[in-house]
T-cell receptor, first 113, second 114 residues
Framework: DQQVKQNSPSLSVQEGRISILNCDYTNSMFDYFLWYKKYPAEGPTFLIS?????DKNEDGRFTVFLNKSAKHLSLHIVPSQPGDSAVYFCAASIAGTASKLTFGTGTRLQVTL | GAVVSQHPSRVICKSGTSVKIECRSL??????MFWYRQFPKQSLMLMATSNEGSKATYEQGVEKDKFLINHASLTLSTLTVTSAHPEDSSFYICSARVGGRPQHFGDGTRLSIL
């Protein structure tokens, strides 16, 4: 049972435009969400997170939006840069098991020139 | 930023061999370390959570006698795949956490059992 879903396995965006990566979850107990970025032959790198008490968190070019009623979150990257090309994983956790993460299957983002 | 080192990065060995993978936090003391496994085109699946000095907590369906985890210090955890078979071939990756901060991941180990 895939509790965290990233339904788009890949996404291609032109440099300078906005990249929007989506993530859906089914477990209403999740209250903390993270995005990780992964380059080939490297481990995932933490990018940005959001608590369920918020609906938006911004860090530079990266913004995460959370819609609890829809059990949906998205990562916006603007403007997109070629160095953003990587696989992006959405992850979720439940308070009390604070760091036990449930991951999505990832979305491969390619930013083209 | 925090660095987690995982070694080896790739292992190819014969069926029946036991394989040890090391995970070290290089610039911080990790209160908790995690071991994940990823099969092709699937998500990272948590195998077990280990806290320094105590027994690891295994996820449902993960055999603790098959996947031995030792967390002897705040900077080192090891995963031993005992008597590995071809179905154990996978990508194994560790992460470490201190306090309530996000997990930091190693670069993973590609295990291939012939």
């Amino acid at each position: 049972d895939q509790q965290v879903k990233q339904n788009s396995p890949s996404l291609s965006v032109q440099e300078g435009r906005i990249s929007i990566l989506n993530c859906d979850y089914t477990n209403s107990m999740f209250d903390y969400f993270l995005w990780y970025k992964k380059y080939p032959a490297e481990g995932p790198t933490f990018l940005i997170s959001i608590s369920s008490i918020k609906d938006k968190n911004e860090d530079g070019r990266f913004t995460v939006f959370l819609n609890k009623s829809a059990k949906h979150l998205s990562l916006h990257i603007v403007p997109s840069q070629p160095g953003d090309s990587a696989v992006y994983f959405c992850a979720a956790s439940i308070a009390g098991t604070a760091s036990k993460l449930t991951f999505g299957t990832g979305t491969r983002l390619q930013v083209t020139l | 930023g925090a660095v987690v080192s995982q070694h080896p990065s790739r292992v190819i060995c014969k069926s029946g061999t036991s394989v040890k993978i090391e995970c070290r936090s290089l610039d911080f003391q990790a209160t908790t370390m995690f071991w994940y496994r990823q099969f092709p085109k699937q998500s990272l699946m948590l195998m077990a959570t280990s806290n320094e000095g105590s027994k690891a907590t295994y996820e449902q369906g993960v055999e603790k006698d098959k996947f031995l985890i030792n967390h002897a210090s705040l900077t080192l955890s090891t995963l031993t795949v005992t008597s590995a078979h071809p179905e154990d071939s996978s990508f194994y990756i560790c992460s470490a956490r201190v306090g309530g901060r996000p997990q930091h991941f190693g670069d993973g180990t590609r295990l291939s059992i012939l």
